[in-house]
């Protein structure tokens, strides 16, 4: 019962984490194109 828990928070955590480092990505990238399109119009 306790490992199913812990999987369950771990999994849930990876998720999480793996979600947030695709949303960070994707505003490293928006905000890299506003800087070229700022830079190079």
Not at 2 to 27: C, D, P, Q
Request: glycine share 8%; no cysteine.
């Amino acid at each position: 019962m306790s490992l199913a828990g812990t999987n369950r928070k771990t999994a849930t955590g990876f998720t999480g984490a793996r979600i947030e480092m695709v949303l960070r990505e994707t505003v490293e990238r928006r905000a890299t194109e506003r800087l070229s399109a700022f830079h190079y119009p």
